[in-house]
């Protein structure tokens, strides 16, 4: 709690400063869930509450420097979920430290701010290029080093653009080999006549995780769990190495009334010289409507085919499958801006708990989002 404290009062003597500052950007938001999910070995549906949090401000310091710090909900020690769970007799919930990075975007050198030097803990969102969670779960923030061109927040801008990053996973006090990986991302956003596309590929190599516990990847608990990776040669260790190459691309537009819509599509396998043949996964999408002001709506339906081996389970999709890896299966949602604001919105997750088996789990989500 005096963390927590200290963090809020750094947060309001920066608001209060005489910095030179050009626009704080104080951001947040708020989700209100509703989840049933059912099992088909399970007699009973769990029911959850549940609640999300980010708050944060996101300075813009001056045309070469940016910054940013936000607090978040916890998610019960999970890098793949700000969620917590309302219950435990009204007690206080967790709140730590979700992104805290200094954003270095040098003018000089005929650089002219276009190339960003990141470093710290940021949203994956805004890091790298995505656009699905076949590989990187929505909630999940980096920590490390990124180089990023043509790259504007969660957006590309047109041409080409490119990504490189050096993230730690954990720092082992009694081992020389801490778990770490590299990242690189090259994709092209550009028009073919009337629609618009993003298309590239990324490729991610991960270091000293094969033999390691599911525990050095950030979860606390996740002793003997591997999130659905194989752990066959020692229970709850990674049996292989990871290295993982990505196939992403969208393209979208708009029907003759003015309707947006967009289709997008990932393939990722693992091409580490070791791994078995359950190595590959992909995801094909489609989205009708954008709830981007009041009266707008949106549709989103896609299908995940994920093999065990094909990403790390730690830091994929947290709802699919239960989240990790080895399944398949259906979701679609719709979401509706209710109020200024405000979107509600419904989700419904048809899956496969293994692809060789005929465990299913259904699973509902009904949304309240407030932002500010």
């Known amino acids: 709690m005096k963390k927590l404290s200290l963090l809020c009062l750094l947060l309001l003597a920066f608001a209060w400063s005489n910095a030179h ?25 769990r029911d959850r509450h549940r609640i999300r949090v980010r708050f944060g401000v996101f300075p813009w310091i001056t045309e070469e420097l940016s910054a940013g710090v936000q607090l978040s909900t916890a998610g019960a020690g999970d890098p793949v979920s700000r969620n917590q769970t309302l219950g435990d007799g009204f007690t206080a919930k967790d709140i730590n430290l979700n992104q805290a990075f200094i954003d270095f975007h040098p003018m000089a050198l005929g650089l002219d701010g276009n190339v960003n030097f990141i470093l710290g803990k940021r949203e994956v969102k805004t890091t790298l290029v995505r656009v699905n969670d076949l590989v990187w779960d929505s909630d999940l923030t980096l920590e490390g080093l990124t180089i990023q061109y043509g790259k504007d927040g969660k957006k590309q801008k047109s041409g080409f653009n490119f990504v490189a990053g050096y993230y730690f996973l954990d720092e082992l006090s009694k081992s020389e080999e801490d778990p ?90 693992n091409v580490a010289d070791n791994v078995n ?26 299908y995940t085919y994920l093999e065990k081996d094909a990403v790390v389970g730690a830091y994929t999709d947290s709802d699919r499958f239960g989240g990790g890896t080895d399944g398949a299966g259906f979701e679609v949602g719709g979401k509706y801006h209710l109020v200024q604001n405000m979107t509600v919105g419904l989700k419904y997750l048809n899956h496969e708990m293994g692809i060789d088996t005929e465990d299913n789990r259904q699973l509902w989500q009904a949304d309240m989002v407030v932002k500010f």
Do not use: C
């Not at 938001?29 to 088909?40: A, G, K």
């Not at 596309?197 to 606390?220: C, M, P, R, S």
């Not at 359950?278 to 709506?297: H, I, P, R, S």
């Open 21 to 45: 500052a050009a626009d704080w950007n104080w951001k947040g938001d708020v989700r209100y869930r509703y989840e049933v999910r059912n099992d088909d070995e399970v007699e009973h549906n």
């Open 180 to 269: 770490f990986f590299w990242a690189a991302q090259l994709g092209y956003t550009g028009m073919a006549g009337d629609l618009g596309f993003t298309l590239g590929a990324g490729y991610y190599d991960f270091h000293n995780i094969e033999g390691k516990d599911g525990g050095v990847l950030g979860f606390d608990d996740a002793e003997g769990e591997t999130f659905g990776n194989s752990d066959t040669m020692t229970a709850g260790a990674y049996d292989y190495d990871f290295n993982v190459l990505e196939i992403f691309g969208s393209i979208g537009g708009k029907f003759s009334g003015g309707l947006p819509w967009k289709a997008y599509g990932q393939y990722g396998v």
């Open 277 to 302: 043949d359950n190595d590959e996964g992909y995801v094909l999408g489609f989205k009708l409507g954008k709830a981007k002001k009041v009266g707008q709506w949106e549709i989103d339906a896609n």
